[in-house]
């Protein structure tokens, strides 16, 4: 069994920073299919696809029609609202600091759900016979199967965005839940060398801002390898960020995303 704690937390978020962007020279090319289940749902509710390559990764959700681009080597985040046909950017600083705003503000809360939030802690239980992860706490818990990655890079290009990714989520979706607990999941599977191809999230709240209880289920499929409808879909991103127009993030988040 480990313990994660506030310390742990501290070094993971300090790693992300430290390690923001990797070199060009051996980033993978390599892509990840996405699906998300809420509930007892049969269909996804989301569906997505990842698309590393040159070091720079793009995320398409198919609902709405989004974009997403990590350039590492900038620092920076391009959304891209393919319907509106408008762009937004924020730096790999200004996701962080809003994690660290949204952070002292659970802190400081008196929901001890929002507390746990900002200072997550979870009991792990690893079985590496089977790949199968689990860490549990009073309101949350995670439970991932999981699998061997034969390239550390993949592993450590898919760890990396994943840890900005789920910053980002939470700086542009208000109202999702803070992207601390989701970080130490990230560090686990790095810990254990392993890649995540189901993940199982049942949120326990027993009231206040966040109240609910549900069960969100998502699928990873790892693909280490790029076709060439992969490289249009970018050459055709790169052609929307040349097009597209900026606007601000509060703009950006007016849409009915």
Not at 69 to 95: K, N
Not at 135 to 160: D, M
Request: with cysteine.
């Amino acid at each position: 069994m480990f313990q994660y704690t506030r310390l742990s937390l501290i070094m993971s978020i300090a790693a992300i920073v430290a390690t923001c962007g990797w070199s060009t020279t051996t980033a993978e090319e390599f892509r990840v299919e996405n699906k998300v289940y809420v509930d007892r749902e049969e269909e996804p509710r989301a569906t997505s696809t990842t698309i590393f390559v040159d070091g720079v990764v793009y995320d398409y959700l198919n609902q709405p029609n989004e974009i997403t681009i990590f350039d590492s080597t900038r620092g920076r985040f391009v959304l891209l609202d393919v319907t509106r046909h408008v762009r937004m950017e924020l730096t790999a600083e200004q996701v962080s600091a809003m994690s660290e705003r949204i952070k002292v503000w659970a802190e400081k809360h008196t929901d001890p759900y929002l507390n746990f939030l900002a200072r997550p802690q979870f009991d792990e239980q690893w079985d590496e016979t089977s790949g199968d992860l689990s860490l549990a706490s009073k309101w949350i818990t995670y439970q991932l199967k999981t699998a061997e990655v034969e390239n550390p890079a993949i592993a450590r290009q898919y760890r990396e965005f994943s840890d900005w990714y789920c910053q980002l989520n939470t700086a542009v979706n208000p109202g999702s839940r803070p992207p601390f607990s989701r970080l130490l999941v990230n560090e686990s599977l790095a810990r254990h060398e392993r890649f995540p191809t189901e993940v199982q999230l049942t949120v326990r709240s027993p009231g206040g801002v966040f109240a609910k209880k549900m069960v969100i289920r998502s699928e990873h499929q790892l693909i280490s390898r790029l076709v060439e409808s992969d490289r249009a879909r970018v050459s055709q991103t790169h052609q929307y960020i040349a097009m597209f127009p900026q606007i601000g993030l509060g703009e950006y988040l007016k849409s009915d995303r």
